[in-house]
């Protein structure tokens, strides 16, 4: 988890977010630090970018944008206003009661954003930035680069 300023933010990069029974999400295929390649260009059908926040104050979250960019292109993704109000209102509804009891930062907010598709044009990295009234905040990358020609023979059938 990275600290900036006095937002934390986390990203997890997978394949695909699947809901389930029970107002549950299940994230597929998910990346480590790198993503391997055989050659460019290439387009991804879907990619999924989870991105969790935490801050010790609510208005941290307003005006919220998700830049996710790559060499060549750029998706920026705003987030609904009313959606950050509601959250923040339930935050606030419980965050005394969590400051007393735990460390826990008590203003969290998590996007699932899907990609379809993410055209890969360079190797270098996914970067997301999280972009509020208060700043950007680098937030995450993921490594894109080539597969060692060793290894391309090793993994072909």
Known sequence: MTRFKKLYTDV??????R???????????VYAEELVLDKLPVVIPTFGVLVSLASDEPDIFDGMEIIISTKGTEEVVPIDPATIERAKAAMIDMADTIKK?????????SVNITISPLRIIEYGAVNVTVKTDAGKFPAGALIVKERAKEDSRKGAR
């Open 101 to 109: 009891k735990s460390s826990f930062l008590p203003f969290r907010f």
């Open 19 to 29: 809901s389930e029974v029970g107002n549950k999400i299940s994230v597929m295929g």
């Open 12 to 17: 997890m990069f997978c394949d695909d977010f």
